[in-house]
């Protein structure tokens, strides 16, 4: 079964801070990969995609990489930002007859003023 | 404007009644999706559509039936609405690009069945 994890489930950093999450899935032969953000209560905004040929993304002050072979996304944030807190969410795309997402359950993340 | 909607946005309901969900894009878009999200269990999909002659099915199907009136539009049903399918529905379309087909979500709808 295509599972997509992503640890921590929760993470609190003051202010200023860099800080990455992570996420992995159990098969290698993605499409693309996904990254979302989610305030509370709210939809999903989407932040970042890797197509399964690339190795990362940039953003503004997000940075997304992309390793198939250890099947593994890391989403970097660089000078953290109150605003910044959210619930994350990964999710794979397998494509083909699909073309739906598989999701993580998220990273909630607190960033303390 | 909000480049894919939701209605209603909330919508309180009792055991048994038919209920129906909306969605609405002006992105263009091919596909459309319907997940939902549970507290604990994360975003799952319920059905799909390619395009206006193609419904599939998801991984929790059950108890839902959809229809796509046109590209813009697909709508999701409840014939029978049970207190378990209380949760967060979303949304979501994304072109037929290939490795870039991004999805973009609507603002989605919280149901609540008594």
């Known amino acids: 079964k295509q599972e997509v994890t992503q640890i921590p489930a929760a993470l609190s950093v003051p202010e200023g801070e860099n800080l990455v999450l992570n996420c992995s899935f159990t098969?290698?032969?993605?499409?693309?990969l996904q990254w979302f953000r989610q305030d509370p209560g709210k939809g999903l905004t989407s932040l970042l995609l890797i197509q399964s040929s690339q190795r990362e993304q940039t953003s503004g002050r997000l940075n997304a990489s992309l390793d198939k072979s250890s099947g593994r996304s890391t989403l970097y944030i660089a000078a953290s930002q109150p605003g910044d807190s959210a619930t994350y969410l990964c999710a794979v795309c397998y494509g083909g007859s699909q073309g739906n997402l598989i999701f993580g359950k998220g990273t909630k993340l607190s960033v303390k003023p | 404007d909000a480049d894919v909607t939701q209605t209603p946005r909330n919508r309180i309901t009792k055991t048994g009644k038919r209920i129906m969900l909306e969605c609405s894009q002006t992105?263009?878009?091919?596909?459309m999706y319907w997940y939902r999200q549970d507290p604990g269990l994360g975003l799952r999909l319920i059905y799909y559509s390619f395009d206006v002659k193609d419904i599939n099915k998801g991984e929790i199907s059950d108890g839902y039936s959809v229809s796509r009136q046109a590209q813009a539009k697909f709508s999701l049903s409840l014939e029978s609405a049970i207190p378990n399918q209380t949760a967060l529905y979303f949304c979501?379309?994304?072109?037929?690009?290939?490795?870039?087909?991004?999805?973009?979500f609507g603002p989605g709808t919280r149901l609540t069945v008594l």
């Open positions: 098969d290698s032969a993605i499409y693309n």
């Open positions: 979501a379309t994304s072109a037929n690009r290939g490795y870039n087909n991004e999805q973009f």
């Open positions: 992105k263009g878009h091919d596909r």
